[in-house]
């Protein structure tokens, strides 16, 4: 693997995945066209991403089948397909065939994914499913898990060739100490995933501030998928030259 000399370690690049979900919920507060997630995709490429990640909810409340056909016609990069257990988007992720996909935890009612699966809670279900990806042509099956050693390899042993690790207590903690314990516990559990023969993926509310420490702390990790610091970013940083246009309109 590529490597930099980073503070005299050598460590590995990091790929980052960015996940445009929220684009389309901008989208569809307004049930509009626009902003378009597979243009958004588009845009992340051309920047550099080194690839896409979506979550087909149950509900469609912001990524729709429409976008997930798009994304594999037109996504060059890695396209990470998030999806729970339900048979039809199974069904759909199958048909589809990204080049990984990332089964997570679905709740009707959070506002976003809350944490990792229960993977052994989950056995029954994830032994429907998680062959059924690879017979699809899936190369890559994560699970998306708390860094709970128990949880990774229970995520080895139904089959998952990957674990995307849960980083949300992580970006939530309040105090140095808080992050930093956070930090070792995500470091602890992408050791166990190692060990496992996992490859390790993270993400839930990285950010801007935060991603230093965990990079600095968390070993073995190939791949983060961020999405809602940078859809956020893009809005603010984009405003001053949306609004320069809409001004060239109005003042014409
Ligand atoms: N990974 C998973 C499994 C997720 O559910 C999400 C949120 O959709 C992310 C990563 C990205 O999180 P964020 O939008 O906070 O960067």
Request: glycine share 6%; charged share 25%.
């Amino acid at each position: 693997m590529f490597v930099i000399l980073h503070a005299y370690r050598l460590v590995p690049v990091i790929r980052l995945l960015i996940n445009v979900d929220h684009v389309g919920t901008l989208r569809n507060a307004r049930k509009e066209t626009f902003p378009d997630p597979v243009h958004a995709a588009a845009i992340c490429e051309h920047a550099g991403a080194d690839g896409i990640v979506f979550h087909l909810r149950e509900d469609r409340r912001h990524i729709t089948e429409r976008d997930v056909r798009l994304f594999r016609e037109t996504v060059k990069g890695k396209l990470d397909f998030e999806l729970s257990t339900d048979p039809e988007v199974v069904d759909i992720c199958c048909d589809v065939a990204p080049d990984l996909a990332t089964l997570v935890p679905e709740r009707r009612e959070e506002v976003t994914t809350e944490g990792g699966l229960d993977v052994m809670a989950n056995r029954k279900h994830l032994d429907r499913v998680v062959p059924r990806l690879y017979d699809a042509g899936i190369e890559q099956v994560a699970l998306f898990v708390d860094p709970v050693p128990e949880q990774i390899r229970a995520a080895a042993d139904a089959g998952a060739n990957t674990v995307e690790l849960h980083t949300g207590d992580y970006a939530n903690a309040t105090t140095d100490a808080d992050l930093r314990t956070e930090a070792e516990r995500l470091a602890e559990g992408a050791r166990a995933a190692h060990d496992a023969g996992l490859r390790v993926h993270a993400g839930h509310g990285l950010d801007y501030n935060n991603f230093a420490l965990f990079r600095d702390t968390v070993p073995h990790v190939a791949e983060v998928s961020i999405g809602f610091a940078v859809i956020s970013r893009a809005v603010l940083t984009g405003m001053d030259q949306a609004v320069r246009d809409m001004l060239a309109v109005v003042k014409a």
